[in-house]
């Protein structure tokens, strides 16, 4: 009988470390859980607030201000520049984008055969990674750039999407948005741009910290007359159409 007892009580004591064991480890999965919750709720307000409110300021101009002190850039709305700047950075950094939901198969598909050497981002992507998320190449960034581009697809039009875009990309070291480098590079507005001073423009984007329009490389003038006929083939073929009035 005392050894029946004993057994019970033995039992009832294992049950409850067992139990003592289980508790932290539900605790812990309710506050994972309660945090990714909240992160994605922040994420989802501030994709909200930016398809009606211009993002004050992006990682990238907070870091570059820091690193220089000072930077230039002033918000211009879409139809305040030159319709040309438009089809030619679409042409030069995502042509398809008014056919896709935020990611290119083919030129993901391409960028994988490069081995790396070409981007494959479009111009949503690098949104979501200018506004929302930081520079640089990691698994935690690339997994969240995922996660959002299609919700800002869903949320905003290709105009914002755009708009915002030619907005906060740096278009020289320390210069941010089509006004500042319409000003920077050729002395007047970015409603003022010619074909071939948005082509110029365009055709620095990759690479603006080593690329200049103002003095413009052989390559980067080859480059310029291929955006510049990219321009004007998207505009005729319609894949121009989502962004233009």
């Known amino acids: 009988m005392a050894k029946a007892v004993a057994k019970k009580k033995k039992t009832r004591s294992s049950k409850k470390t067992a139990k003592r064991r289980i508790q932290p480890l539900g605790s812990l999965r309710r506050w994972l859980l309660r945090a990714v919750l909240a992160v994605a709720a922040v994420f989802l307000f501030l994709i909200l607030l930016f398809s009606v409110v211009n993002p004050p300021v992006t990682h990238t101009i907070w870091a570059e201000k820091r690193r220089l ?9 879409l139809e305040e520049m030159a319709p040309v700047l438009a089809r030619s950075v679409v042409a ?20 994988i055969e490069a081995g790396g050497a070409r981007g ?14 930081w520079q640089g190449r990691s698994w935690p960034r690339k997994v969240l750039e995922t996660l959002l581009t299609p919700v800002v697809e869903i949320v905003w039009s290709k105009r914002r999407i755009l708009e915002v875009y030619l907005n906060v990309a740096e278009m020289d070291e320390g210069v941010f948005g089509a ?19 948005a082509a110029l423009i365009a055709a620095v984007l ?7 329009a103002r003095r413009p490389s052989s390559f980067v003038q080859r480059r ?22």
Not at 69 to 77: A, L, N, S, Y
Not at 120 to 133: A, D, E, R, Y
Not at 182 to 194: I, T
């Open 92 to 111: 030069a950094e995502d042509a398809q984008f008014c056919r896709h939901w935020g990611f290119d198969a083919r030129a993901i598909q391409a960028a």
């Open 120 to 133: 494959g981002s479009t111009i949503s992507q690098q949104v979501v990674k200018n506004v929302f998320l």
């Open 69 to 77: 002190g000072e930077v230039d850039r002033m918000w211009v709305p």
């Open 206 to 212: 990759p690479n603006p910290k080593e690329r200049s």
């Open 224 to 245: 310029a007359g291929q955006i510049m006929d990219g321009a004007a083939t998207i505009r005729a073929d319609g894949r121009a159409d989502c962004f233009e009035d």
């Open 179 to 197: 006004e500042a480098a319409a000003r920077k590079y050729f002395g007047v507005g970015p409603d003022q741009l010619s074909a071939r001073q």
